[in-house]
C-alpha cells in the first residue's frame, strides 16, 4: 500500500516534467533545421558548437522540472510563482521560433531579455516558497544569460540573415 501523500507528489513530478518537456518540444519544432541555419551564421568565437545545446537544454529542463514540482508541492499560496514559471516557459519556447523558425533576430534579442527577466522573477518568488527550487534554477538563469549575448552578438553579425 502506497502512502496517501505519495500519489498526488508523484503526479505532480510526472505533471511538472511533462510541461518542461512539452516546452522543449514545441521548442523543438521550431528547431528542426536548427543545426543547418546554426552553421551557416557567423558566430563569435565564444559560441559553443550546436551539439552542446541538447544536453545542456536536457539537464536544464530536468531542473526547471523538479523546481517547479518543489514549489508545488510545498505548503501556502504558489499560484503567482507557478503562473510566472508558466510564463517563463511560455517565453522559452517561443525565443526557438523567433530565432530559428521565422529568423527574427532583433525579436528574439528582445526576447531572450524578456525571459531572462521572467527567469529572475520566477526565482524570486520560488525563493519565498521553497529555496531549493530557485537555486535549482540558477543554471538556468546563467545559461539563458549567456543566450542573451550570443543571441544579441549572433543577431548583429548576421543582418542578411537574421
Known sequence: M???????QLIALLASLAAVSL??????????????????????SWAPPAGVFGPVWSVLYLLMGLAAWLVWC???????ALA?????????ALWSWLF???????AAAVEVLVLLVLIAATMAAFWRIRRLAALLLLPYLVWVAFASALTWSIWRRNPGLL
Do not use: E, V
Open 2 to 8: 502506497t502512502h496517501p501523500k505519495l500519489a498526488p
Open 23 to 44: 516546452t522543449g518540444a514545441i521548442g523543438a519544432l521550431a528547431s528542426i533545421d536548427a543545426a543547418t541555419f546554426y552553421a551557416q551564421l557567423n558566430k563569435p
Open 74 to 80: 510545498s505548503p501556502g499560496p504558489k499560484r503567482w
Open 84 to 92: 510566472l514559471f508558466g510564463a517563463q516557459l511560455f517565453a522559452n
Open 100 to 106: 530559428f523558425a521565422w529568423h527574427r533576430g532583433a
